[in-house]
């Protein structure tokens, strides 16, 4: 039987060292970095010298983005493997996939610091943008919200601010429950009284898959439409702030650009 041989992370070494930073300094620097986003984390110097040693290659969500505050550098600018977890990408018919591993790459389980982790921590003002096709209108259009997403365990509970909307007084409900890199729920809009919709209200299903970084959902919804016809579209959730204190959502409290 012939013995696996670790990769090093020399990226990652020498960005710490050129942070003059000991292994524990830098481990001490992720947790603060970790309070300071919300999401505390437990890394230590024993972790540090896992990813530097190649023993782990994916660190879960909430440590990519603790790397990514104190190194201010890309995840993938750190020498991780991040290809061994699912990629989101346009798949060109109006839908999203996962791109899979290259030849090589192995995507056990055991691979992976979310082996016993299967949720990341989603909390946060997130930005909502899908796109429907408009039957009577012959065109097609896009809906913006800032919403906020309250996580408890795999469960998301997302609702748009008040007047965060790119269509004013048209609110959206999101609820969500996570399975690994996948979410799959419902979703409701309560179109303005005023509106070209005349107060209609719509719902339908959602599924979207997660980036590995935790900062992007995409997937599609479906849904009836005007004419009581099933349709179909892209969504997004893309984070944008993972605060939810009052100054956060206050600044988030308007239409999306």
Do not use: C
Not at 31 to 36: E, P
Not at 55 to 65: L, N, W
Not at 77 to 94: I, N
Not at 111 to 127: C, I, K, N, R
Request: proline letters at 5%.
């Amino acid at each position: 039987m012939t013995a696996t041989v670790l990769a090093p992370n020399d990226t990652l070494r020498a960005v710490r060292l050129s942070m003059r930073m000991s292994q524990e300094e830098f481990a001490k620097a992720l947790r603060k970095a970790g309070d300071d986003l919300g999401e505390p984390n437990d890394a230590s110097k024993r972790l540090v010298q896992r990813w530097e040693g190649g023993q782990s290659k994916s660190p879960r969500a909430a440590y990519v983005r603790a790397l990514e505050h104190v190194t201010k550098r890309r995840i993938e600018d750190l020498g991780f493997t991040l290809s061994v977890m699912a990629r989101v990408h346009d798949d060109g018919a109006g839908g999203h996939d996962m791109d899979p591993a290259p030849e090589g790459v192995a995507a056990a389980s055991g691979d992976l610091d979310t082996a016993t982790e299967p949720a990341g921590q989603y909390s946060g003002v997130w930005l909502s943008r899908y796109e429907y096709y408009s039957s009577g209108r012959d065109s097609t259009h896009e809906g913006k919200h800032y919403v906020v997403i309250v996580q408890t365990g795999t469960r998301l509970t997302a609702r748009s601010l008040p007047g965060a909307s790119s269509n004013p007084d048209s609110p959206i409900s999101i609820d969500l429950t996570l399975d690994q890199s996948v979410v799959t729920g419902t979703w409701t809009e309560q179109t303005a009284s005023d509106g070209y919709y005349q107060g209609a209200r719509y719902h339908g299903a959602i599924q979207m898959l997660v980036e590995p970084t935790g900062r992007r959902m995409a997937g599609k919804w479906i849904g009836f439409g005007k004419d009581f016809d099933v349709n179909t579209g892209p969504w997004e959730l893309r984070l944008m702030d993972p605060s939810t204190g009052k100054a956060t959502l206050e600044r988030y409290n308007r239409p999306p650009e």
